[in-house]
C-alpha cells in the first residue's frame, strides 16, 4: 500500500516561487518511481516531473525544465518539487502519484494541492 500526501501549494505572484512536498508512506519506495502531475481547469492531467527512487533518474516536462526542480530526503520518504519563476500558465492542481517499477500507469495518487499565480 502507497500513500502520497502533499503539501505546500499556495497563491505567489508571477516570477515567485514555491516548494511542494510529498510524503510517501510506503515500505517499498525504492521500487516506485514518484511524479508530480499538474491539472489546469478544462485541461487535461499533464506530467510535469518524474524521479526514480532507486538511481534518482529525473524527466521534466520541457514546460518547466530550467524553473522546477525535484529533490528528495530519503530518509523521510519526501519528496519536493521547487518552483521558480512561476507564470500564470502554472497555475493547477498539482498531483503527487506513483507507479511500480516497470508499470506504464501510475497507480498511486495523492490528494492534490492548489498553485495559483497571479500575474
Known amino acids: 500500500q502507497v500513500q502520497l500526501v502533499e503539501s505546500g501549494g499556495g497563491l505567489v505572484q508571477a516570477g515567485g516561487s514555491l516548494k511542494l512536498s510529498c510524503a510517501a508512506s510506503t515500505r517499498t519506495i525504492s521500487y516506485l518511481t514518484l511524479a508530480w502531475f499538474r491539472q489546469a481547469p478544462g485541461q487535461e492531467r499533464d506530467l510535469v516531473a518524474a524521479?526514480?527512487?532507486?538511481?534518482?533518474?529525473?524527466y521534466y516536462a520541457d514546460s518547466v525544465k530550467g524553473r522546477f526542480t525535484m529533490s528528495r530526503d530519503i530518509v523521510k520518504n519526501t519528496l519536493f518539487l521547487q518552483m521558480n519563476t512561476l507564470k500564470p500558465d502554472d497555475t493547477a492542481v498539482y498531483y503527487c502519484a506513483g507507479k511500480r517499477r516497470g508499470s506504464t500507469a501510475y497507480d498511486y495518487w495523492g490528494q492534490g494541492t492548489q498553485v495559483t499565480v497571479s500575474a
Open positions: 524521479i526514480s527512487w532507486s538511481d534518482g533518474t529525473t
